[in-house]
C-alpha cells in the first residue's frame, strides 16, 4: 500500500507525516490487499488565524478501480486525521465486503443458470 501525504498552506512536518501514515496502516492493515494507493491532503484553511479550519481529505485507490474519499474537518489537525481516518476504514471496509458480496452473488447466479448449484 503506497500512502502519499501532502499539506497546503503550512509546512508538513515528520511527526503529523508519521502520525497520518502509521494510523492508516494499522487501520487498513486487514485490508491491504484491497488498496493500492492512499492519498492523505492536509489544509489548514485559515492558516494561523487558527479556528476550526483543519481539513483532511483521504482518499483510497482500490484494486477493483473503486475509490473511497473521506473529508474531515477539526480544530485540531491530529484529531482530524484520527477521526478521517476512522471513517476511512469503515468506508473502504463497506466497499470491501459489499463487493465480496456482489462476486459471490454473480458466482451463485451463474451456478444456477448452468444448473449446477443445489438449493438449500
Not at 492558516?47 to 483521504?58: A, C, E, N, S, T
Not at 480544530?75 to 466497499?95: C, F, M, P, W
Not at 470491501?96 to 448449484?117: C, E, P
Request: proline share 2%; aromatic share 4%.
Amino acid at each position: 500500500m503506497n500512502i502519499t501525504t501532502r499539506a497546503q498552506n503550512f509546512e508538513l512536518t515528520r511527526a503529523i507525516d508519521r502520525f497520518a501514515r502509521e494510523h492508516l496502516r494499522t487501520a487498513l492493515a486487514r485490508i491491504d490487499e484491497s488498496v493500492i494507493a492512499v492519498d492523505v491532503f492536509l489544509t489548514d484553511a485559515n492558516g494561523p488565524r487558527g479556528g476550526v479550519d483543519k481539513k483532511v481529505l483521504i482518499r483510497v485507490q482500490m484494486r477493483n478501480r473503486q475509490e473511497v474519499t473521506v473529508a474531515t474537518i477539526h480544530e485540531d489537525l491530529y484529531a482530524a486525521i484520527s477521526k478521517g481516518v476512522k471513517r476511512t476504514k469503515r468506508a473502504v471496509k463497506r466497499k470491501v465486503h459489499k463487493s465480496r458480496h456482489f462476486q459471490n452473488q454473480r458466482v451463485q447466479d451463474l451456478l444456477i443458470s448452468d444448473g449446477m448449484a443445489t438449493a438449500p
